[in-house]
């Protein structure tokens, strides 16, 4: 099957004062190239989670205990799959707002309110563009020398591209280096007798301390005027951070670029998080919860932002909500979750129109309705406490059809076809009748 | 045109506050009865009972307290604060005599207090429960729990009682002649950079081994509450969203510590920091009176054991000038830090 990201049997603790929250219960996801996947549930069920620990940026005191989180990607080392779980941080690095990025729920809080939105946005060319840039300052440089005659200006930008040029061979190396190890890491990606493993460890220990500066360069960075040709690189960054902004339709690029986020509206700054997620061109993009704490006239215009994205951009999106109107208009899949579980996947016309899990039932019989004359139908209980969840099926307090082996089991994946899965005793007893 | 305009507002308010504290400079020295006050007029001579009564006359110390007030006000103008008995000098030489020597050891200890607080605070937070935080909030508890004064002697004892080393003073014998020597000009009063624009490197190595033990004393108690403010607020910051948006984003632990957590972490920092430089000048008192360093604090401290008053009112004008400066400074690099500050 055709995959872009996958979780096998995910679990996540956040160990806390109270306890250890329970937060992920064994969560398995696929998602396909080129699709809009949901992922729905009421607050606290793991969503975030979830997607943090795809990106591994869950923060302490959180921590991905299992699992497997397998990357596909369309370069030729990820085909055949790689468990992220397994390898270093610079890989993450790597990875993170480069094949992969996130877009937060919050916007104002998300920016760093101290820097320039220019600072901010540019900040992921220079984590994964940073080889791209060094070139396109040397060649305004060169084709600024070529045109004037002036002979001093002339001789110090020599010295700029010749700094430049150390750079881009220190980059270079780097790139070498690191290329080297993530070959001899894919080879012996399977093997897991002790000799790679030992051999896997040590790698990854080594990719994570190879330096990307030499020593000189790092001089070179620090000395006063002589760093001046940085500028170079700044300025090359800033021409496609503005680039990047009018390109996502947002106006007044040159003046919003010197901006510091406060001086933004919330709509305007849930723009430029959607443009530093954007920013190198991702394969997937992560939106969690984007609309939230936004009215509803800009929670349309971001909605309708990523959708024109989806067409132009992206190929897949994988989107968090609590709002099913938003599910409905945006997503091919949804998953539903619930205390860490994954309740039920199926197509969006599917779910709405065949709900199986009884949660997934209950989560859309409470959706208001216009025709609707009786009271609303609500489920009864209230979220489990993750420190102590429920034995077996974590629905199942709450749960009309609970029988006495959701008490005791924690259901499978039940395939009710192609589609459509999901897990749920009721239906696995059905299978043995 | 912005900072020119709010400097110049804060300048005149900064008028209007020293005017606040000469009154209530003022009216603590009128609390004494005028047969105390009289001293403030003598030179250390000796006067019998009528002489007394004849000087209380002649300087008008029975008159109403706000005639008295616009006297001394019209002599601080002049520039005349009187005379210092325990500095046997006009007051303002005696402070141009002391000044430099509180200074010095201001100017060393002030940033390394800075340094070390900022530096083993983030620390601290970045590596929170490891063996250097338990060390940091060890380090600071101790610190911020020891008295000055009992410090400073156990330094003393160890250092100097012990080892012989770092003497307590400011400069030792043979080279306290060479200071007072004629060749020897003094420049900014500060030993260690006179002693080296007099091309005497000498000197300016003494004068710094002078400076070790205060220094260290100053440090370790003064750092303790900047280190813990910094890793409070260093935590906080590394907790806050942005930071996972620039995880995300896929920067190095390295660019997020320093380009993402510190300079968020160092706001309320700031302003500590300032009102502990200021706090530094104020609490040299003990510090200096331990290390026999005769500086702005131990004159203080032996003026009020004699009711100096000249030499007090002129300290507390000068160290609630420095307050208010220093708080303007904050109020700038503040807005400096923080865009969502204005000065206005």
């Given at each position: 099957m055709d995959k872009l990201i996958e979780t096998k049997e995910l679990y996540t603790n956040f160990y806390t004062y109270e306890g250890t929250v329970r937060a992920l219960n064994g969560v398995s996801l696929s998602m396909k190239p080129g699709e809009t996947y949901g992922l729905v549930g009421e607050s606290g069920c793991g969503k975030s989670v979830s997607v943090r620990s795809m990106m591994?940026?869950?923060?302490?005191?959180?921590?991905?205990?299992?699992?497997?989180?397998?990357?596909?990607?369309?370069?030729?080392?990820?085909?055949?799959?790689?468990?992220?779980?397994?390898?270093?941080?610079?890989?993450?690095?790597?990875?993170?707002?480069?094949?992969?990025?996130m877009i937060f729920q919050e916007a104002s809080s998300s920016l760093n309110p101290v820097l320039k939105i220019g600072d901010q946005v540019g900040e992921s060319f220079v984590f994964h563009r940073h080889e791209e840039m060094v070139k396109e300052a040397i060649d305004r440089l060169l084709e600024k020398s070529e045109k004037s005659s002036n002979g001093l200006a002339n001789f110090f930008r020599n010295i700029s591209v010749k700094l430049l040029q150390s750079e881009l061979n220190s980059i270079e190396k780097y790139d070498l280096k690191v290329a080297e190890i993530d070959k001899e890491l894919l080879e012996i990606e399977d093997n897991e007798d002790e000799a790679s493993i030992a051999r896997k460890h040590?790698?990854?220990?080594?990719?994570?301390?190879?330096?990307?500066?030499?020593?000189?360069?790092?001089?070179?960075?620090?000395?006063?005027?002589?760093?001046?040709?940085?500028?170079?690189?700044?300025?090359?960054?800033?021409?496609?951070?503005?680039?990047?902004?009018?390109?996502?339709?947002?106006?007044?690029?040159?003046?919003?670029?010197?901006?510091?986020?406060?001086?933004?509206?919330?709509?305007?700054?849930?723009?430029?998080?959607?443009?530093?997620?954007?920013?190198?061109h991702p394969e997937l993009l992560i939106a969690d919860e984007p609309t939230s704490n936004l009215d509803v006239t800009?929670?349309?215009?971001?909605?309708?932002?990523?959708?024109?994205?989806?067409?132009?951009?992206?190929?897949?999106?994988?989107?968090?909500?609590?709002?099913?109107?938003?599910?409905?208009?945006?997503?091919?899949?949804?998953?539903?979750?619930?205390?860490?579980?994954?309740?039920?996947?199926?197509?969006?016309?599917?779910?709405?129109?065949?709900?199986?899990?009884?949660?997934?039932?209950?989560?859309?019989?409470?959706?208001?309705?216009?025709?609707?004359?009786?009271?609303?139908?609500?489920?009864?209980?209230?979220?489990?406490?993750?420190?102590?969840?429920?034995?077996?099926?974590?629905?199942?307090?709450?749960?009309?059809?609970?029988?006495?082996?959701?008490?005791?089991?924690?259901?499978?994946?039940f395939e009710l076809n192609d589609e459509h899965s999901t897990s749920c005793h009721l239906y696995s007893q059905k299978e043995d009748k | 045109m912005g900072l020119l305009n709010y400097l110049i507002r804060r300048l005149l308010l900064m008028v209007v506050i020293l005017f606040g504290v000469t009154i209530v400079v003022f009216s603590i020295m009128m609390m004494l009865p005028p047969g105390q006050r009289v001293a403030i007029y003598l030179q250390d001579e000796r006067v019998n009972a009528e002489q007394f009564e004849a000087l209380i006359e002649k300087y008008g110390l029975n008159d109403p307290a706000p005639v008295q007030y616009a006297r001394w006000v019209k002599s601080v103008f002049k520039g005349d604060f009187g005379f210092s008995v325990t500095a046997q000098a006009p007051v303002v030489d005696g402070f141009k005599q002391y000044f430099p020597v509180t200074l010095e050891l201001v100017l060393l200890s002030g940033p390394l207090i800075i340094l070390v607080g900022i530096l083993l605070g983030s620390a601290a937070a970045v590596n929170k429960d490891k063996p250097i935080d338990h060390f940091a909030r060890i380090f600071s508890i101790v610190g911020y729990s020891l008295p000055t004064f009992?410090?400073?002697?156990?330094?003393?004892?160890?250092?100097?009682?012990?080892?012989?080393?770092?003497?307590?003073?400011?400069?030792?014998?043979?080279?306290?002649?060479?200071?007072?020597?004629?060749?020897?000009?003094?420049?900014?009063?500060?030993?260690?950079?006179?002693?080296?624009?007099?091309?005497?490197?000498?000197?300016?190595?003494?004068?710094?081994?002078?400076?070790?033990?205060?220094?260290?004393?100053?440090?370790?108690?003064?750092?303790?509450?900047?280190?813990?403010?910094?890793?409070?607020?260093?935590?906080?910051?590394?907790?806050?969203?942005?930071?996972?948006?620039?995880?995300?984003?896929?920067?190095?632990?390295?660019?997020?510590?320093?380009?993402?957590?510190?300079?968020?972490?160092?706001?309320?920092?700031?302003?500590?920091?300032?009102?502990?430089?200021?706090?530094?000048?104020?609490?040299?008192?003990?510090?200096?009176?331990?290390?026999?360093?005769?500086?702005?604090?131990?004159?203080?401290?032996?003026?009020?054991?004699?009711?100096?008053?000249?030499?007090?009112?002129?300290?507390?004008?000068?160290?609630?000038?420095?307050?208010?400066?220093?708080?303007?400074?904050?109020?700038?690099?503040?807005?400096?830090?923080?865009?969502?500050?204005?000065?206005?």
């Open positions: 591994r940026i869950v923060q302490s005191p959180g921590k991905i205990e299992s699992g497997q989180i397998n990357l596909f990607m369309s370069d030729k080392d990820h085909q055949k799959g790689i468990d992220i779980l397994k390898r270093s941080e610079t890989y993450m690095q790597s990875v993170r707002g480069n094949s992969i990025s040590s790698l990854n220990f080594w990719r994570d301390r190879c330096q990307e500066y030499n020593f000189l360069i790092k001089i070179q960075r620090k000395i006063p005027i002589l760093n001046a040709y940085q500028r170079g690189i700044g300025k090359a960054i800033r021409r496609n951070v503005l680039q990047l902004l009018t390109e996502l339709g947002i106006p007044n690029p040159s003046n919003i670029i010197d901006r510091y986020p406060h001086e933004l509206s919330g709509g305007m700054q849930q723009r430029i998080v959607i443009a530093i997620a954007l920013a190198c800009i929670q349309a215009q971001i909605l309708d932002m990523i959708k024109d994205l989806k067409k132009t951009k992206i190929s897949s999106v994988l989107f968090i909500t609590h709002d099913l109107g938003v599910i409905a208009e945006v997503c091919d899949r949804v998953s539903v979750m619930y205390a860490g579980d994954v309740c039920e996947t199926a197509t969006v016309k599917d779910l709405f129109k065949n709900p199986q899990h009884p949660y997934t039932k209950g989560l859309l019989n409470s959706v208001p309705k216009v025709e609707q004359g009786e009271k609303l139908a609500t489920i009864p209980g209230v979220v489990p406490n993750l420190v102590t969840p429920p034995s077996g099926c974590r629905f199942h307090p709450r749960c009309p059809y609970a029988m006495e082996i959701c008490k005791n089991e924690k259901p499978e994946i | 009992w410090l400073g002697l156990i330094l003393l004892m160890i250092f100097y009682g012990y080892f012989g080393l770092f003497e307590p003073g400011i400069l030792s014998n043979e080279y306290r002649d060479v200071f007072f020597s004629e060749g020897f000009k003094s420049f900014t009063g500060l030993l260690v950079i006179d002693g080296i624009l007099n091309n005497r490197w000498d000197v300016a190595a003494d004068a710094f081994w002078h400076l070790v033990l205060p220094t260290i004393n100053l440090v370790i108690l003064s750092s303790a509450l900047i280190m813990r403010l910094m890793r409070s607020s260093m935590l906080e910051s590394l907790g806050q969203d942005y930071i996972r948006t620039a995880l995300a984003k896929g920067a190095s632990k390295k660019v997020i510590i320093a380009k993402h957590a510190r300079r968020n972490a160092l706001i309320p920092v700031v302003t500590i920091s300032g009102l502990m430089m200021a706090g530094l000048m104020a609490g040299m008192v003990i510090t200096e009176t331990i290390f026999s360093r005769p500086g702005i604090g131990r004159w203080m401290a032996q003026a009020s054991l004699r009711l100096d008053i000249p030499a007090i009112m002129f300290n507390v004008l000068f160290l609630s000038g420095v307050y208010v400066l220093i708080n303007l400074v904050v109020d700038i690099i503040y807005a400096y830090i923080d865009p969502r500050i204005r000065l206005a």
